[in-house]
């Protein structure tokens, strides 16, 4: 069956400008995760929707980074006034029901490049 | 707080030689533990987990991983290494003390197999 897709695989923009990134979830997964993976570190948490409501939202690190999931299927992440340090690969992961023993299964990822 | 470390950037073997990726964990209750896997450009993949019960856990592609409570380690393991191996090894950790936590990643290791 179909996998976690991310929309675009590549995004460059200029620093101060507005960007919005798509996940499509594994189909009748009700958890979606994102995450920020830097240059050589593991994925850092940004925030988890359980349905329509952000249920964990204490990975965002400052109210320029923003998501919504308005039907509980896909979500976007979206990041006002891009900074250089906002470059980094987006990885947005589902899972069936959200709790911890639950594996989330990733999707490929967006590549953001803020020049 | 929760956290996992991964001592080796790097792991050396050789094809068909026995291999093996450290992770340790620190966590305040129990551990949920996860091993998943970077191919370049692509997101992670699964490979294994473990919630509770047999210490010894097998996983996709012939891994398989022991978890160590009084050593607080959940190390991964291969038999025999295949060059196709090579590729960026992660492990996380969740807290099992509440419904839901965070996943929490290692930097990752990285495995190069070598024909």
Redesign the interface.
Known sequence: GAG?S?TPSNKVTEKGKYVELRCDPISGHTAL?WYRQSL??????LI?FQGTGA??D??LPNDRFFAVRPEGSVSTLKIQRTERGDSAVY?C?SSLL????D???????TRLTVL | AQSVAQPEDQVNVAEGNPLTVKCTYSVSGNPYLFWYVQYPNRGLQFLLKYITGDNLVKGSYGFEAEFNKSQTSFHLKKPSALVSDSALYFCAVRDARSGYSTLTFGKGTMLLVSP
């Open positions: 976690v991310q995760y050589g570190q593991g994925p850092e948490f988890y249920a964990d204490s990975g990885l992961a959200g709790d911890s023993t594996t989330q299964y990733f999707g490929p990822g």
